[in-house]
Each structure stands twice: as C-alpha cells, then as structure tokens.
C-alpha cells in the first residue's frame, strides 16, 4: 500500500493477506476455533503484524485472527501493523512475537531455525545471536528437523510425541528411531521408559542385545534399575561378567547424563571461578575418557572376534 510506514497499523481486506510464513506455525484447532468466538463477539482487539513481500503483505503475527476474520461475516478487513523486516528478520520475529505470548512449540521453533540456516545462510552461532538464545538451543531445534526421522516429526507435530521423547530419538540412528518408535507403540512406553530405551539401546554391546531390549523394554529397563542398585541382573553372565555390567551401567550412566549437559547447557552455566576450579578435572576427563574409548575398542575388536 502506498506510503505505509513501518510501526504504522492499516485497515487490510482480508483476501490480499498472504500466508507464505505460516508454514512455520502448527495448527491449533481449539485455539482457533476460540478465536473466532472471540472475533464474532468482540471484534479485533489488537492489530496483525505483517510484512511487505512482492507487492502484497505477508502475515508474520496472527494466522489465528486471519483464519477466524474469514469466517466472520462482518470483518472484510484486519487491521494491520508493517514491519520492515528481511527474510531473517521475519523469521526472528515470528520466533520472537510468539516467544512473548503463548511460548512457540519446539517443532515450530526448529522450522523457523532450520529455515535460517539451510534457506538464509546463516551459521549455528549467528542464528544464536539473532534468536537470543544459546548456541546448544540452536543445534537441539536443528536436530529435530535433520535427524528426527519423518514418523516422529508427524508424531511430534500433532502432540503424540513429546519434545523430550524427540531429543532423545535424536540420538540415534534413524533405522534405530524406527524401531523405537514400533516397539513404544506395541508396549504403550510412556516418555520415561522410551528415553530409557533409548539409553539401552546406544549402550547395547551388540545386536543381540539391542534386540532384547526392544523385545522386552520393561523387562530390560527393570533389570538396568537394579543394576544400578548394584545387584545381578542377567542370568547369562558369569559372576564377573554381571561384576562388568554393573560397571559399565554406572559409568555409561554417567558418561550420558554429562553428553546431555554438555550438549545442552556446558558452559553457560558455569562461573568464571568455576572455570578456574574445574578447568583441569575436564582436561583429565578428556584424557582418561580417550584411553579408557582405546583399551574399550581394542576389547570390542577382540571379543567380536572371538
């Protein structure tokens, strides 16, 4: 429109409105539905928020009052706040909008920065920067969309998976995502024991193994809870060999759980004089944990052969 100014707010017919940004938003049918009582009762109560894209406004911010206006009769027009925004700058704010309101669902968070680095160009760090958020934020939201195998995605899309049972499929292979994902079906695994499964999984020795747990996930997640309480747990083992697994179960246990701070948070949180303290420990972790990976691979080779 001629001579709209940014910050300026427009009454707009409905019909030039474009949606090309909203395939970064999931459907909400409740809430949508909500929102055209609210429209037919009340009218507009606060201004979309668009920008100009070839010679048309584009919705950046309430897809909800546009979907609701075209059901209303009586609302031929929205009213419209122009913001000048590049394509960077629309999805930043489309992230940033609704970060300020009802917080965006993680899936619609990894499209909007999914779009910033594959379409825009954009690296991990300034993709960070431009959101406000932490490097490791960016690389989970990333995850979602370039590891999460297809099944999950649409699961995750329509509430069926949560973010938490997603993050932790992400960890492995995608045949491997598929085979979770089948046996939390068949066994109605709720979030808790589908990461824990999970866990099994990326710790299993070999197929064998990974079979049995997928075959029978509570029955292995059991015995994994008891041995961490230090008891036997495999009638299959020597004496020595359940005195191993215990071992291993505690120390991938641990080696797990500091991957997850570490991909998730590290750094961040610490202090300068946490740094300083704790500094030397992380160098012998990288030091120990890289002989104990050798001598590990050697004794794979070994028994893998025998």
């Not at 998976?161 to 085979?179: H, K, M, S």
């Amino acid at each position: 429109m001629l001579g709209w100014q940014p910050g300026e707010v427009r009454a707009v017919p409905i019909a030039t409105l474009g949606e090309r940004y909203r395939r970064y938003r999931l459907p909400d049918a409740e809430a949508e539905a909500a929102m055209t009582q609210s429209l037919a009762r009340y009218g507009q109560m606060a201004p979309i928020v668009v920008c100009w894209r070839a010679d048309r406004p584009e919705v950046i911010d309430g897809f909800k009052r546009l979907l609701a206006a075209r059901v209303v009769p009586a609302l031929p027009v929205l009213h419209a706040r122009l913001l000048a925004a590049d394509e960077r700058a629309a999805k930043a704010a489309i992230y940033g909008l609704n970060a300020a309101g009802r917080q965006t669902r993680e899936l619609e968070e990894a499209w909007i920065v999914s779009a910033l680095v594959r379409e825009d160009g954009l690296s991990g760090p300034e993709v960070a920067e431009l959101l406000g958020r932490h490097k490791s934020w960016v690389c989970r939201r990333l995850a979602l969309v370039e590891r999460l195998v297809d099944e999950a995605r649409a699961l995750l899309s329509v509430g069926l998976l949560t973010p938490t049972a997603a993050r932790a499929l992400v960890q492995l292979p995608a045949g491997n995502q598929q085979e979770v994902l089948a046996c939390a079906r068949r066994e109605g695994l709720n979030t808790t024991e589908l990461r824990g499964v999970v866990e099994l999984l990326r710790a299993a020795s070999g197929r064998p193994q990974m079979e049995y747990v997928l075959s029978r996930p509570r029955e292995a997640l059991t015995q994994q809870a008891h041995a961490s309480g230090g008891r036997s747990h495999d009638p299959r083992l020597s004496v020595a060999g359940n005195r191993v697994a215990r071992q291993l179960s505690g120390l991938l246990e641990g080696l797990t759980r500091m991957e997850s701070w570490l991909r998730q948070r590290g750094r961040v949180e610490l202090t300068a004089s946490d740094g300083c303290l704790l500094a030397e420990r992380f160098a012998r972790l990288g030091g120990d944990a890289g002989t104990v990976a050798a001598l590990a691979s050697e004794l794979y080779e070994e028994l893998r052969l025998r």
